[in-house]
């Protein structure tokens, strides 16, 4: 069964610090996974977008990794920002079919000051 | 562009009541899709369209209807409302059905069932 599970579900986190999100996934035959951040009453916005091929990928702060052998991914935010408080999401996407996308449920940080 | 544009942002409803959610997009994206976010669940497929008259159903498509007469336009139909229905919807469009494709999603519509 193609799933997508993340974790954690939740993270409070000081202004300027690091933090490392986690996503495993079941989902085959694989194509790419992407994370999402979503602002509290808005949509989900695309930060990164990570192929078979690609380990790393940096967006800004935002540090994408991908092990496509574990099938795990991990999003790494550096000295963060008040305004990085959010719900992330990992987006699989496998290679066949139109319906073809697994949402994980997200982890929801929380930047203090 | 204004990208996504989903109407009304917040609705309440009686259960037995009938209303529509509105999704236009100006990107000419072929694909369209409705997805329903409840607390602990993530993001749930309704309904997408692959192009202008072509539907399908996703996840959770009970109690829901959609149409796809213009490439721009993706209604909701909620065809006798139950307090079930009560979640944050999204509408998202790409410009196709590939994985590399990235959702561009509107705002949501908050719609509360009582």
């Known amino acids: 069964k193609n799933q997508v599970e993340q974790s954690p579900q939740s993270l409070i986190i000081l202004e300027g610090k690091n933090c490392t999100l986690q996503?495993?996934?079941?989902?085959?035959?694989?194509?790419?996974l992407r994370w999402y951040k979503q602002d509290t009453g808005r949509g989900p916005v695309s930060l990164t977008i990570?192929?078979?091929?690609?380990n790393t990928k940096s967006n800004g702060r935002y540090t994408a990794t991908l092990d496509a052998d574990t099938k795990q991914s991990s999003l790494h935010i550096t000295a963060s920002q008040l305004s990085d408080s959010a719900s992330y999401i990992c987006?699989?996407?496998?290679?066949?079919?139109?319906?073809?996308?697994?949402f994980g449920t997200g982890t929801r940080l929380t930047v203090i000051p | 562009n204004a990208g996504v544009t989903q109407t009304p942002k917040f609705q309440v409803l009686k259960t037995g009541q009938s209303m529509t959610l509105q999704c236009a997009q100006d990107?000419?994206?072929?694909?369209m899709s409705w997805y329903r976010q409840d607390p602990g669940m993530g993001l749930r497929l309704i309904h997408y369209?692959?192009?202008?008259?072509?539907?399908d159903q996703g996840e959770v498509p009970n109690g829901y209807n959609v149409s796809r007469s213009t490439t721009e336009d993706f209604p909701l139909r909620l065809l006798s409302a139950a307090p079930s229905q009560t979640s944050v919807y999204f509408c998202?469009?790409?410009?196709?059905?590939?994985?590399?494709?990235?959702?561009?999603f509107g705002a949501g519509s908050r719609l509360t069932v009582l």
């Open positions: 998202a469009s790409s410009p196709g059905t590939s994985g590399a494709n990235v959702l561009t």
């Open positions: 987006v699989v996407s496998a290679r066949t079919g139109a319906n073809n996308l697994f």
């Open positions: 996503c495993n996934y079941t989902v085959s035959p694989f194509s790419n």
């Open positions: 990107m000419n994206h072929e694909y």
């Open positions: 990570m192929t078979f091929s690609e």
């Open positions: 369209s692959v192009g202008a008259g072509i539907t």
